[in-house]
């Protein structure tokens, strides 16, 4: 059971994980507008679909990272600074813009489950937001000289569908109520981003003191 990371660290990365499902982003935007236009169900479809697009940016990290650790630790180390770097843009991001949450309740013809599954797999996996988040947010949970780090990769990954795919669901069945109530409470949205922008500070902060030892 190598792959397991320590109770700490584990904790820390629920954290981030359940904060980052409930900031509204094109995942959310697009399970909420078919669950209003074509049903929970087709909604539920897409949440299926979102979480198999994570499943790839998980594979790709979780071997890509591994092959860049065994080329060169450094450009590993380059990367995890890099990372840390963007994690500090999003918080000044979160706080500069806000979360944006914008849903029109628009009739669409019914959608097969595997058309809504598609819709939710491309909206992730060609997102180049999730792409960078992956390839910097996942690293900073491992360490270089970790023999085990693709199956901890792999195993945070796959938390990170875990953990999420509840919060979605969620969000699915109280689409109506929520659509409406995120909307009219932008100072809920205004707490969120905050909120977000101060728990990745503290992770960027974390690692670039950690590596300046």
């Not at 009739?107 to 058309?115: A, C, F, I, N």
């Not at 690293?139 to 999420?164: E, M, N, R, Y």
């Amino acid at each position: 059971m190598d792959f397991l990371p320590s109770l700490p660290t584990l904790l820390a990365f629920a954290a981030a994980t359940l904060l980052l499902a409930a900031t509204p982003g094109p995942d959310m935007t697009l399970s909420i507008s078919r669950a209003l236009a074509q049903g929970k169900k087709a909604a539920l479809f897409v949440v299926v679909g979102t979480s198999l697009g994570i499943v790839v940016h998980t594979m790709l990290v979780a071997f890509g990272i591994s092959a860049l650790i065994t080329a060169s630790p450094t450009a590993f180390l380059i990367l995890k600074t890099g990372g840390a770097a963007y994690l500090l843009w999003l918080a000044v991001q979160a706080i500069r813009f806000g979360s944006k949450l914008t849903v029109a309740k628009v009739e669409e013809q019914k959608g097969t489950p595997l058309s809504n599954i598609s819709s939710g797999f491309w909206v992730n996996l060609l997102n180049p937001k999730v792409i960078i988040f992956f390839m910097t947010f996942l690293p900073q949970f491992v360490s270089a000289g970790d023999p085990a780090v693709t199956h901890k990769l792999l195993f945070f990954g796959f938390c990170f569908i875990l953990i999420g795919m509840p919060v979605n669901a969620s969000v699915v069945f109280a689409a109506d109520w929520l659509a409406s109530w995120l909307q009219n409470n932008k100072k809920v949205l205004r707490g969120m981003d905050y909120t977000f922008a101060g728990v990745f500070s503290v992770f960027a902060a974390k690692i670039l003191l950690t590596q300046a030892r």
